[in-house]
């Protein structure tokens, strides 16, 4: 049976509201740290207040003395636990072993030493205080550029070197291209460090089965297949002894994508303890010791023809990783990809693009929301904007010069990166028209003319979302991050329950998902529960990251749909006694074509399941259906954003007036969740743009571990927006479905960048650095009008 066979009402790219909404909304949802066990334990770390330093000595006696303190362990007492690895295939790549408490040295301030366990969590922070330990300070590779160079302090000394990973990536002849170019623009750009600063922090509780030996590890994490499998090596369990909830995550952003020390160590410690134990950051642990994003140095150079065409791209990134390899990403995960995205969704023929990640004494840089795109479009945008000021063209008029034409699909770019087909044209020309481009421009003018600094920004980018088996963050990584598996059951009432590999963390799954089962199988929209965020729903599944959900989840669902309706249509053949062509299934129900003679998904259930003597014996199958999706390689996902602002020429403030995104992200499941990612992106994108940033410094000690000091942009900073969908179906994936997560931090921060950029266009002032704090601001205008007086 194909599509047009089923007669249905269409419940994909349907405004339905959030079917989580309601527990989430009342106080009604079940996060980590409501987790009630009986004799629960709780846990504390004595972390490190040195960057960088040799532990001389652990003195735990008044510590494992203090009231209610159930145990102390240190590294020594967890010496069983095997060593994880990040791996890679990557030539010269240096895996960091991973571990639950440092052992012999600190590599960056706030780095667990100690773990106390306790019967509550004040009594172990109070017995924290008392462990004594004695540090010898070492020399501080606390600057990536500095600590790349040879004869700089090694953080890890066994791998002989700062740069954990080096690579490079080019295509034609970039030096004679620049050498015969008209027009060359380039500079040094960075965007600093930042973090994900989800709503909810990292939690975990392990709750351990004695009589089995069992654990059953409870985490606030995007990742739970990942860490099932990663703790079944550290720990040596076979994984029926060993599962992992991800329950209702409170946000992850990337920050809760990866292996966290204190996973492995909660879990070691309800075994070695034969207790349940609980850990849940506090804020501070969070700014300190959660994975963070960024910290990158681009040089940069474009070089155009006299009509604006480009040529060559080349680059040189030095990427800041922190002090550890992440597992199990590698710290390829971010820089790799600056260079990899670069040249965006432009023709460049020439490029070359090189690129090291340093390590740091500071926490390891990991996922984040758009995973080094933010930086790649950021660099690009304001080289095309650089460009364009110095040709007198048009920031659009650059960019439909240069943007891949719709004949020209697929197009690889310079670092081997294949774009399928996707909207760069169009999302260009969609976002220029809801925001009314010429009429803006016309309004920058007259105000322009009355004193005001009133700036514009475009922002285009491409990202692969979707990824499928061939395509891996970095090769021989230790997990297959190209499929997803639905499993799909009707049960004897008619109720439906479709499992996935998943886990949501506020991206709406539980009802997109339902929206694409309820479609392809027919069935009513509340009909259908979805089971993610466990890593026993499936045998084999990883997470929700790299904005794959949809594409893969999506696919798996509708493989395994299609598998079961047959089962379900094949029953109601014998229960209507009519041939399976000339039924069609919709709104829970199988009807014969052109009668009124139907029968429901719970008469078919209880026929299977209890009636059985109303169907021969072949037709008493379980309705149940398990099918894997694979892309492959994935698809391509682009956008266009525009951005408009006005900075007060006496106090500096920058005031966001309007944002419009048009973005091509396929096949939208449900418009209302997509405006509502988009939206929640690009206020992260503005907060990168203007506000935040993790502050390090010279010894390596942060200076931004509260949200006094590390600012994020609230309700009153986002500007009204405006969504366009060009909605053109991708060719590579089932469904036409494009990832869409992330797009909206990957284009705000350029359009922004750009927009102030234009509105300070008066005074000469590049924006090559972000975030625009005011302090930035105020010395870049103090500066540049010092400059303009002599």
């Given at each position: 049976m194909t599509d047009v066979d089923i007669a249905?009402?269409?419940?994909?790219?349907?405004?339905?509201?959030?079917?989580?909404?309601?527990?989430?909304?009342?106080?009604?949802?079940?996060?980590?740290?409501?987790?009630?066990?009986?004799?629960?334990?709780?846990?504390?770390?004595?972390?490190?207040?040195?960057?960088?330093?040799?532990?001389?000595?652990?003195?735990?006696?008044?510590?494992?003395?203090?009231?209610?303190?159930?145990?102390?362990?240190?590294?020594?007492?967890?010496?069983?636990?095997?060593?994880?690895?990040?791996?890679?295939?990557?030539?010269?790549?240096?895996?960091?072993?991973?571990?639950?408490?440092?052992?012999?040295?600190?590599?960056?301030?706030?780095?667990?030493?100690?773990?106390?366990?306790?019967?509550?969590?004040?009594?172990?922070?109070?017995?924290?205080?008392?462990?004594?330990?004695?540090?010898?300070?070492?020399?501080?590779?606390?600057?990536?550029?500095?600590?790349?160079?040879?004869?700089?302090?090694?953080?890890?000394?066994?791998?002989?070197?700062?740069?954990?990973?080096?690579?490079?990536?080019?295509?034609?002849?970039?030096?004679?291209?620049?050498?015969?170019?008209?027009?060359?623009?380039?500079?040094?750009?960075?965007?600093?460090?930042?973090?994900?600063?989800?709503?909810?922090?990292?939690?975990c509780v392990a709750e351990y089965e004695p009589g089995r030996d069992a654990l059953t590890l409870h985490s606030a994490t995007q990742v739970p297949g990942i860490i099932r499998d990663a703790l079944a090596d550290a720990l040596d369990l076979p994984g029926h002894r060993l599962r992992v909830v991800a329950p209702d995550v409170g946000g992850g952003f990337g920050g809760k994508g990866s292996l966290y020390p204190e996973e492995i160590f909660v879990c070691a410690a309800a075994r070695h303890l034969a207790r349940s134990v609980k850990w849940t950051s506090d804020r501070m642990e969070d700014l300190a010791a959660t994975s963070q994003a960024f910290d990158e140095i681009v040089d940069a150079e474009l070089a155009l023809d006299r009509d604006g065409k480009m040529l060559a791209l080349r680059a040189d990134v030095v990427g800041d990783v922190g002090a550890y390899s992440i597992y199990p990403w590698t710290a390829a995960l971010e820089p790799v990809q600056v260079v990899s995205f670069l040249p965006g969704p432009y023709r460049v023929e020439h490029y070359r693009g090189r690129v090291e990640a340093v390590a740091t004494c500071k926490p390891?840089?990991?996922?984040?929301?758009?995973?080094?795109?933010?930086?790649?479009?950021?660099?690009?945008?304001?080289?095309?904007?650089?460009?364009?000021?110095?040709?007198?063209?048009?920031?659009?008029?650059?960019?439909?010069?240069?943007?891949?034409?719709?004949?020209?699909?697929?197009?690889?770019?310079?670092?081997?990166?294949?774009?399928?087909?996707?909207?760069?044209?169009?999302?260009?020309?969609?976002?220029?028209?809801?925001?009314?481009?010429?009429?803006?421009?016309?309004?920058?003018?007259?105000?322009?003319?009355?004193?005001?600094?009133?700036?514009?920004?475009?922002?285009?980018?491409?990202?692969?979302?979707?990824?499928?088996?061939?395509?891996?963050?970095?090769?021989?990584?230790?997990?297959?991050?190209?499929?997803?598996?639905?499993?799909?059951?009707?049960?004897?009432?008619?109720?439906?329950?479709?499992?996935?590999?998943?886990?949501?963390?506020?991206?709406?799954?539980?009802?997109?998902?339902?929206?694409?089962?309820?479609?392809?199988?027919?069935?009513?929209?509340?009909?259908?529960?979805?089971?993610?965020?466990?890593?026993?729903?499936?045998?084999?599944?990883?997470?929700?990251?790299?904005?794959?959900?949809?594409?893969?989840?999506?696919?798996?669902?509708?493989?395994?749909?299609?598998?079961?309706?047959?089962?379900?249509?094949?029953?109601?053949?014998?229960?209507?006694?009519?041939?399976p062509v000339d039924l069609v299934t919709a709104d829970g129900r199988i009807t014969v074509s052109g009668t009124d003679r139907s029968v429901s998904f719970r008469d078919v259930a209880r026929a299977v399941y209890s009636e059985m003597a109303r169907l021969p014996q072949e037709a008493r199958e379980e309705l149940a259906a398990t099918r894997s999706y694979d892309p492959v390689f994935g698809t391509t996902t682009s956008a266009t954003h525009i951005a408009a602002l006005e900075i007060d020429p006496e106090t500096y403030q920058i005031q966001m007036e309007r944002f419009v995104v048009a973005e091509d992200c396929g096949r939208v499941v449900n418009p209302l969740i997509v405006d509502g990612q988009v939206h929640g992106g690009v206020a992260q994108g503005i907060g990168a743009a203007l506000y935040e940033e993790i502050v390090y410094d010279a010894q390596g000690q942060l200076h931004t571990a509260s949200l006094v000091d590390y600012?994020?942009?609230?309700?009153?900073?986002?500007?009204?927006?405006?969504?366009?969908?060009?909605?053109?179906?991708?060719?590579?994936?089932?469904?036409?479905?494009?990832?869409?997560?992330?797009?909206?931090?990957?284009?705000?921060?350029?359009?922004?960048?750009n927009a102030v950029a234009d509105a300070l266009i008066s005074l000469g002032i590049e924006i090559n650095e972000l975030p625009v704090t005011p302090e930035r601001l105020f010395r870049l205008i103090e500066a540049a009008r010092a400059t303009k007086k002599e």
């Open positions: 249905r009402p269409k419940i994909i790219g349907a405004r339905i509201k959030r079917t989580e909404d309601p527990r989430l909304l009342t106080g009604l949802g079940s996060y980590t740290d409501d987790r009630q066990v009986a004799r629960l334990l709780h846990i504390a770390f004595r972390r490190s207040e040195h960057a960088h330093a040799r532990i001389v000595s652990v003195d735990c006696t008044a510590a494992r003395a203090a009231p209610g303190v159930i145990a102390v362990l240190t590294a020594d007492d967890l010496k069983t636990i095997k060593p994880l690895l990040a791996t890679s295939r990557m030539k010269g790549y240096y895996a960091t072993p991973i571990l639950p408490l440092a052992r012999d040295k600190v590599r960056h301030v706030g780095e667990a030493i100690v773990g106390i366990v306790a019967e509550s969590r004040y009594l172990a922070e109070d017995a924290a205080e008392l462990v004594d330990i004695d540090f010898e300070p070492l020399e501080l590779p606390a600057d990536a550029m500095a600590a790349r160079r040879d004869g700089a302090p090694l953080l890890h000394e066994e791998a002989g070197t700062n740069v954990l990973v080096a690579r490079e990536f080019k295509r034609g002849d970039v030096d004679a291209a620049f050498a015969g170019a008209a027009v060359k623009v380039g500079g040094r750009f960075r965007m600093r460090r930042h973090t994900a600063l989800a709503i909810e922090p990292r939690a390891p840089t990991g996922p984040y929301r758009g995973v080094g795109r933010p930086v790649s479009t950021f660099v690009m945008e304001r080289l095309v904007d650089t460009a364009a000021a110095r040709l007198r063209l048009d920031p659009k008029e650059i960019r439909l010069r240069n943007l891949v034409q719709p004949d020209e699909f697929p197009h690889k770019i310079g670092s081997g990166i294949v774009w399928d087909k996707s909207g760069f044209v169009e999302g260009l020309n969609a976002a220029c028209e809801t925001i009314g481009y010429a009429a803006l421009r016309q309004k920058q003018a007259e105000a322009r003319a009355r004193g005001k600094w009133f700036g514009i920004g475009i922002a285009c980018y491409a990202e692969l979302t979707g990824i499928g088996s061939r395509i891996s963050v970095a090769p021989g990584m230790p997990i297959n991050t190209g499929t997803e598996t639905a499993t799909i059951r009707i049960d004897s009432t008619g109720a439906i329950t479709a499992a996935f590999g998943i886990a949501s963390h506020g991206q709406g799954l539980e009802t997109t998902l339902a929206q694409v089962v309820a479609e392809h199988l027919g069935a009513r929209f509340e009909d259908v529960r979805i089971v993610q965020g466990d890593s026993a729903a499936v045998p084999g599944g990883t997470g929700t990251y790299a904005s794959r959900s949809m594409v893969l989840a999506g696919g798996a669902a509708r493989l395994a749909s299609e598998t079961l309706r047959e089962k379900v249509v094949n029953v109601a053949s014998h229960l209507l006694e009519a041939a600012l994020v942009p609230s309700a009153c900073e986002i500007p009204p927006m405006d969504v366009a969908h060009i909605e053109a179906l991708s060719p590579s994936t089932l469904g036409g479905y494009r990832g869409m997560g992330e797009g909206g931090t990957i284009g705000a921060p350029a359009a922004v960048a």
